[in-house]
């Protein structure tokens, strides 16, 4: 049997590939249980990995909860594991960026949105379609889409259940770029090299700190970075050497 999430690690990327294109990516509880393990196992190794970029294999990131599964006993491991499980991508100390081209619905975009930004193909569409199925959220819709994007426009989502394109999420803030298809994964791979390219000390303070601080006033997030910002890494010597030399 294939694995339901790939693995691959290329000058200090990571990336994780949503690998049922046959089911679009749909979201099992298995699949969910190996996204994890790849996920733990990327964080125990912040020495090996700078970046990570999660993706799907095929014509989607991802279509969203495997309602199918469910319904045949595929169950996860706990009650709230797949949501536990979106809090430690965005827990990760490394950058990490969702690569999305066509389905982005619901669960999938609530994995989206666990990484620190996303990166669209002109194909991607993105929704919550939550109301569509009588549901409610419990993997963080209710809390990252309003952070993302405004409250008033995850409102619009929440509620309406329209999916935005590419160049539309673009334009909510929900997402950062929006390139052709054919371009999706140069750029992303590009965005990564220049990412890995960074002093990885500095990556891991400025993801924590700007995570951290939001639960914060203005006031109280400035004294929090004064207080916690970890100082110069163990490379800026070599850094800075290396600029002098030029």
């Known amino acids: 049997m294939s694995a339901l999430v790939l693995r691959e690690d290329r000058d200090g990327v990571a990336t994780l590939t949503f690998n049922r ?19 733990d196992a990327i964080a125990a190794a912040p020495e090996s990995v700078g970046c990570v970029v999660v993706r799907g294999a095929g014509r989607s990131f991802s279509a969203g909860n495997d309602i199918k599964a469910i319904q045949g006993g595929d169950r996860a491991p706990s009650a709230h594991f797949q949501a536990e499980t979106i809090d430690a991508i965005e827990s990760l100390p490394q950058p990490v960026i969702a690569q999305v081209h066509g ?52 409102k619009q989502m929440m509620f309406t259940g329209t999916p935005l394109s590419g160049r539309e999420a673009v334009e909510a803030g929900l997402a950062n770029l ?24 500095t990556l891991r303070a400025d993801k924590q ?18 207080r916690t910002s970890p100082g110069a890494g163990p490379d800026m010597a070599e850094r800075l050497k290396a600029f002098g030399a030029r």
């Open 21 to 39: 294109p046959e089911a679009l990516n749909a979201l099992s509880p298995s699949m969910f249980v190996e996204l994890r393990s790849h996920v």
């Open 103 to 154: 389905h982005c619905y619901t669960g999938a975009l609530e994995v989206a949105l666990g990484c620190d930004f996303i990166v669209a193909g002109e194909s991607a569409r993105f929704a919550d379609t939550h109301g569509k199925w009588s549901m409610t959220p419990t993997w963080g819709m209710s809390q990252r889409l309003p952070r993302r994007i405004g409250v008033a426009r995850a």
């Open 178 to 201: 929006c390139v052709a298809d054919a371009e999706l994964e140069g750029t992303v791979a590009a965005m990564a090299a220049t990412i890995v390219a960074n002093s990885w000390h």
């Open 209 to 226: 700190l700007v995570n951290e601080g939001q639960q914060y006033t203005l006031r109280e997030g400035l004294a929090y970075e004064r």
